[in-house]
């Protein structure tokens, strides 16, 4: 079955909007297989960020990133890569329409609430990044 990877960031934590987060992914029916509060070291940061590494706010990024604890998780269903993308909406929180969590809970891009996976390879290259298979309890669909 398919399986995302989705973060609450620093801010979302901090702002106590982790469980409303959790909760629209459940009540749309994606299936919790791991999750947990954890401080990202700067390695870690830097690892998942890689491919923004030139970029001019990659060091805010990484600052940003690991300035608290933050909330991952890995959700599965059908489809769960593209339709938690929809869900979270843009990464502009200006640009992200209403009804998605950024365009609910953001103003700022840089404090912008969550990340989600945006294809099956970061997908599992993040899953890879943040948790063992051993924390995975996969595919509950038939039980
Ligand atoms: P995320 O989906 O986690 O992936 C990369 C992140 O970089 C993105 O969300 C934003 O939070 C951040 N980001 C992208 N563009 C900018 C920018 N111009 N200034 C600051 N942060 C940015």
Redesign the pocket.
């Known amino acids: 079955m398919e399986k995302t990877f989705v973060m609450v960031k620093p801010d979302g934590v901090k702002r106590g909007l982790t469980s409303a987060i959790m909760q629209r992914f459940e009540s749309k029916g994606f299936r919790l297989c791991g999750a947990k509060l954890m401080q990202m070291s700067e390695t870690l940061a830097k690892t998942h960020?890689e491919e923004?590494k030139e970029r001019p706010?990659f060091g805010?990024?990484t600052k940003f990133i690991t300035s608290g604890p933050v909330f991952a998780m890995v959700l599965e269903g059908e489809g769960v890569i593209d339709e938690a993308r929809k869900m979270i909406g843009k990464?502009d929180p200006k640009e992200a329409a209403p009804g998605t969590i950024r365009g609910d809970y953001a103003i700022l891009?840089?404090e912008?609430i969550i990340?989600?996976s945006d294809s099956p390879e970061s997908a599992d290259r993040e899953i890879a990044l943040y948790f063992t298979k051993e924390e995975l309890i996969e595919d509950r669909s038939s039980t």
């Open positions: 960020y923004h706010f805010d990024l990464t891009k840089s912008n990340h989600g």
